[in-house]
């Protein structure tokens, strides 16, 4: 996951909005995708952007994608408890097959 | 539909001894992928098969071996197992081997003791 950088925390209040950030480094993934992990769980697709697009909204995230700083963010509206979790941003690597890079995960904490 | 499912969810070995964990694809996917996830850590890549070839192998010791069976589903098989491998493997499936988007299963939590 080294290619692939998060923050490791972020603590929001219920209703604010969260923004998670991620930078990767592979100018060549032509996706990349944002996976949420809950304690104990398997990785659960949030949403994904492919490289030619700037923005993607789906509901209450919105991903937003700049190429020339290879950065990647999600932003959850109104957040709730039940998005406490681990968020993980991925790229596309096709040197190996078709392999997933992921970041370590950026914990996300809400509270009421 | 059926998501992907892993078997065991659970298992706990001993160092040297050997493990096999299995993954079903979801039904008309065609390629499954091996991850190992340390704690505290993104999931990192071990294998690809796709039509029950290997198509890509991550960075990890010929310890580790995998095949697709005919009805796509896959095993994992670890030999001599180190305390390091300790981990959560997950699944995933994807309707072809390219750049397709990759759905996980539940995992399966290996501890070796």
């Known amino acids: 996951g080294e290619d692939v950088e998060q923050s490791l925390f972020l603590s929001v209040r219920e209703g604010d909005s969260s923004v998670i950030n991620c930078t990767y480094t592979?100018?060549?993934?032509?996706?990349l995708y944002w996976y949420k992990q809950e304690p104990g769980a398997g990785l659960q697709l949030l949403t994904y952007?492919?490289?030619?697009?700037d923005m993607k909204q789906d509901q209450r995230l919105t991903v937003l994608l700049n190429k020339k700083d290879k950065h990647l963010s999600l932003r959850i509206a109104d957040t709730q408890t039940g998005d406490s979790a681990i968020y993980f941003c991925?790229?596309?690597?096709?040197?190996?097959?078709?392999?997933?890079?992921f970041g370590k995960g950026t914990t996300l904490s809400v509270s009421s | 539909d059926a998501g992907v499912t892993q078997s065991p969810t659970h298992l706990i070995k001993t160092r040297g001894q050997h493990v096999t964990l299995r993954c079903s694809p979801i039904?008309?996917?065609?390629?499954v992928s091996w991850y190992q996830q340390v704690l505290g850590q993104g999931p990192q890549f071990i294998f690809q098969?796709?039509?029950?070839?290997?198509?890509g192998r991550g960075n990890f010791p010929d310890r580790f071996s995998a095949r697709q069976f005919p009805n796509y589903s896959s095993e994992l098989n670890v030999n001599a197992l180190l305390l390091g491998d300790s981990a959560l493997y997950l699944c995933?499936?994807?309707?072809?081997?390219?750049?397709?988007?990759?759905?996980f299963g539940p995992g399966t939590r290996l501890l070796v003791l």
């Open positions: 952007i492919f490289s030619n697009m």
């Open positions: 991925a790229e596309i690597h096709n040197q190996a097959g078709t392999a997933l890079i």
């Open positions: 098969y796709y039509e029950k070839e290997e198509r």
């Open positions: 039904s008309g996917h065609k390629s």
């Open positions: 995933a499936s994807s309707s072809e081997g390219g750049g397709e988007t990759q759905y």
């Open positions: 592979d100018s060549s993934s032509t996706y």
